[in-house]
Every structure is written in structure tokens, then in C-alpha cells.
């Protein structure tokens, strides 16, 4: 019979083999892959889905790993100037890139246009129409516009300066109610507050109570522009330099125009 | 699923925010009700400002002063210690914001607590340490303890402060509040509900087992 303490001492070689097999492949994978350090890219929380599909395809690649942070652009540009450990910044307009910029944070000329969007006009699901033109917005079934705040919500700077273009500013601006972000005018729509609401097609693509009655043509509309550089201040300067040449590559934009950008 | 590990990082990191500020918290408070001192009421001021201020601004304050460039990182960095953008930001801002709370709440607490009984235990010998600990801690026990869910609570809702100085890094940094903000920021309206009812359970929960542990001592 054996002794209780050799089945002990077999069970104790089980646990070492156990222990052994992954160390060994985690000390081969740590010797034959240099794992390489991580980039941290602040983005515009618009391009949360978008921008995460690229970073994985990315990783896939096994170009290097990225850190995606989020949240709206002004903050972002905050964050940097303040000295927050970011590589890159991807911004929803380019005023805010201009903050960065003018504090001295951006790398001499790495400063780049990666994606562009449209303005749309939406209308509720159970209201739907199809407009001809901007200038259908003057019809007086039309009783209340959202746009984002032109104060201060980029997709509202862009709405106001595309009506005062077209010449309607003055015709619907009683009708206009402005919104603290470009999807809360969208809820606005989506809700039956407003009758109509002026957002990006990006938006307008994957709401589900309003649908896209308009979208402005390319050469008509203001130019919407996600600019991209690398920050001054960076410690990974190649890393940040060849993350950002992927996301301006043929497989980023694939990936973008999936999302509803170009 | 996503949802809870959202969850699970968001109750830790609150949980570990109230128990570094518990002490400090407990001990302001006491001598804010006890004891009369130079600059009094700058420190009543300052432990309230988080209240006051944009937590916004909060968090661009702890910024400034953690970045690598900042007086405060400048230092840890040379301890190979990174804070922004990490959870121990997300430690931070929530201790920060709950301060207030927790001092306000304790210090009602302590104001409550007869002094004669602490007079009484001077005058038979007991030193300051062990009144405070043997009868003016267990007195105000229940303000302490409400003070403290309170700043549970408040960490587990903290945003503006959070998404300054932590960032919103899936996987990382991404608490309830902040992945509610980015899902309706991103039209993920569905996501976002789910976690809002995680966030009103949790609360809830919190709230609920405080009250049932202020109940239950004798009055």
C-alpha cells in the first residue's frame, strides 16, 4: 500500500508541473515578444466605437497596445495642458486642438485631419420625412429645432454657421432650442420635443426613435474635422507617431466608414 | 459581463476611498467640535471646498498637482509611482469629494456628545486618547457611520472630478459614473440603464445596511 505521504508528494509534483508549464511559456512569451509599452490616446467620446475597433485591429497586427481615453474634447485639451501622461490626442474639432496647440503641447508638425463627418437632419420615428433641401426646415409643421448649443457645442457652432451660410438663420433661429451636447439634441427628437434636430450623421446613424430625414451634402456644409497629433511631451514618440499613421491607413478608414465616418 | 466588473472597480475603489478618510475625517471633525484653535475656521472652509467647487475644477486641482510636471508628481514619479490616469486617481478623487461629507456629518455627531461625560472621565484620570476612543468615538458612532456611507455613496456617483484627473480608460479607470456618461454620450442608451441600475441597487444597499446598524444600538 502506498504511504499517505507519497500520494502527498505526487499530488505536490502535480502542483509543481501545474505551476512550471505556464511560468515557462509566460517567461518564453515575455523573452520572445518584447511586450511594448502601452500608448495612451485621448479621443473624443464620439469616436468611443469607432476608435475602439481600430485600436484592435491595431494590437492585432501587433503593431503595440493602446490606451484609449475618453471623454469630450475640451477636457481632453485640459488634461494635456495640465500635464496629464498622454501620447496622442484626437479631437472632435479643431478648436480645441488649437488649445493644445497654443500651450506648446503638440509636436511640431505631426498635427493631422483623420476622419471627417457631416451635419444631418433627424425627425422623429413616428413623424418621418424627407426633406428636399435645408430649406424645408422652414416649413411651420417644424414648431421646434434642436441643435447643440452654438455657445458652445461644436456640432452647434457647425449647425448655426451652416444656416447663417444657407441664409435661414434668421428664418428659423425663434424655432431654434439649444442643447448642452449633440445627443442631447438628439434625445430632444427622440423624445418628441423638438420636431427636428440638426446632428451629425454619425449620430443619426445609430439612433433608434429618429431617423434621418437629410443629410448634407459634402460640399455644401461646413468642414467637420477630427484632428489628431502627438502630444510635446510624449515618452513613446515612435509609438505615437506609428499609431497615428495607422489610423490615417486603408484599414483604419475601412473601419471608420463602418462607423458612419469618412 | 462588463457591467460588473464596472461595478465591482467602482465599490472597491469607493470602499477604499472611505477608509482612508475615515480616520483623518473622524479626527478633524472632533477637533472641530472640541477644541478651539488659530485658523479654525480656514480648516472648516477648506475641508468644505469640495462641496463648494465644480467637482470639475476639483479634479483639475488634483491634476496639477499629481502630473508629472506637478509639485506632488514630481515626487512620486521619482518613487516609480504613477497616479493619474490609473485607479489610485479614481482612490483619490472619491476620498476628496467624500471629505466634506464625512467631516460635516461626524462632526454633528460629536457636537451631540455631552461634554460632562467627558469631563467626568478627565477629572478620574482617563487621557485625551482614551475618552475619545472609549466615549466620545462610540458615542457619535452613528453619525460616523452615516458620515462614512454618505461618502460611500458619493464616491460610488463621483463624475466630474473622476474624469479629470483618472480619465475614462476602459478596463482601467471607468467607473459606473463614467461608463454611464460614455454610453449616452456614445447613443448606448440600453448599457447605460443597466448600470444605472446597478449603481441605484448598490446605493441602496448601502444606505439600507447603515440605517439597519444605526437602529439596532440602543439610543
Excluded at chain 2, 122 to 133: K, V
Aim: aromatic share 8%; glycine share 8%.
Amino acid at each position: 500500500m502506498e504511504p499517505a505521504w507519497s500520494v502527498a508528494l505526487i499530488s505536490l509534483r502535480h502542483v509543481r508541473t501545474l505551476v512550471a508549464i505556464p511560468l515557462a511559456l509566460w517567461i518564453a512569451a515575455a523573452q520572445g515578444l518584447p511586450a511594448p509599452k502601452p500608448i495612451t490616446v485621448s479621443a473624443a467620446v464620439s469616436l468611443t466605437d469607432a476608435l475602439t475597433a481600430v485600436a484592435e485591429a491595431y494590437g492585432r497586427e501587433g503593431l503595440g497596445s493602446v490606451r484609449l481615453n475618453f471623454g469630450a474634447s475640451n477636457v481632453l485639451a485640459r488634461q494635456i495642458v495640465a500635464g496629464a501622461p498622454v501620447d496622442v490626442f484626437i479631437s472632435a474639432d479643431e478648436a480645441q486642438m488649437d488649445v493644445v496647440a497654443a500651450a506648446g503641447m503638440l509636436k511640431e508638425g505631426t498635427r493631422v485631419a483623420i476622419v471627417h463627418n457631416q451635419l444631418a437632419i433627424v425627425v422623429p420615428t413616428d413623424r418621418p420625412r424627407t426633406f428636399r433641401g435645408i430649406s424645408d426646415l422652414t416649413n411651420p409643421a417644424i414648431k421646434r429645432i434642436a441643435i447643440g448649443d452654438p455657445a458652445a457645442v461644436p456640432a452647434g457652432v457647425y449647425a448655426k454657421q451652416y444656416l447663417e451660410k444657407e441664409g435661414l438663420w434668421d428664418a428659423v433661429s425663434a424655432r431654434i432650442v439649444p442643447a448642452g451636447s449633440v445627443r442631447a439634441a438628439l434625445t430632444a427628437v427622440e423624445s418628441g420635443a423638438a420636431d427636428a434636430a440638426i446632428v451629425y450623421r454619425t449620430d443619426a446613424r445609430i439612433a433608434l426613435r429618429a431617423t434621418v430625414a437629410w443629410v448634407v451634402p459634402f460640399d455644401r456644409g461646413p468642414r467637420i474635422v477630427y484632428p489628431a497629433a502627438v502630444v510635446r511631451t510624449t515618452a513613446l514618440p515612435t509609438e505615437s507617431a506609428r499609431f497615428l499613421d495607422f489610423v490615417r491607413g486603408a484599414a483604419a478608414a475601412r473601419i471608420f466608414e463602418r462607423f458612419g465616418f469618412r | 459581463m462588463d457591467a460588473w466588473r464596472i461595478a465591482w472597480f467602482t465599490v472597491l475603489c469607493a470602499t477604499g476611498a472611505t477608509l482612508i478618510v475615515l480616520p483623518p475625517a473622524v479626527v478633524i471633525a472632533w477637533l472641530l467640535a472640541r477644541r478651539t484653535f488659530p485658523g479654525r475656521a480656514v480648516v472648516e472652509t477648506i475641508v468644505s471646498l469640495p462641496l463648494v467647487m465644480p467637482p470639475v475644477a476639483t479634479g483639475l486641482i488634483l491634476l496639477m498637482l499629481l502630473s508629472r510636471r506637478g509639485p506632488i508628481g514630481r515626487v512620486l514619479e521619482r518613487f516609480g509611482i504613477d497616479v493619474v490616469f490609473t485607479w489610485k486617481a479614481v482612490v483619490l478623487a472619491m476620498a476628496l469629494m467624500g471629505l466634506p461629507l464625512l467631516v460635516r456629518t461626524a462632526l454633528a455627531g460629536f457636537e451631540q456628545v455631552n461634554v460632562r461625560y467627558e469631563r467626568v472621565a478627565a477629572t478620574l484620570g482617563a487621557s485625551p486618547a482614551r475618552i475619545f476612543l472609549t466615549i466620545s468615538l462610540p458615542l457619535a458612532w452613528p453619525s460616523v457611520l452615516a458620515g462614512a456611507v454618505l461618502a460611500f455613496a458619493r464616491g460610488l456617483g463621483e463624475f466630474g472630478a473622476t474624469i479629470v484627473v483618472a480619465g475614462s480608460i476602459p478596463g482601467a479607470t471607468r467607473t459606473l459614473a463614467v461608463a454611464i456618461y460614455g454610453y449616452t454620450e456614445t447613443g448606448r442608451d440600453s448599457d447605460a440603464l443597466v448600470l444605472l441600475l446597478i449603481s441605484v441597487a448598490i446605493a441602496f444597499a448601502a444606505l439600507w445596511s447603515a440605517h439597519r446598524l444605526v437602529e439596532r444600538r440602543p439610543a
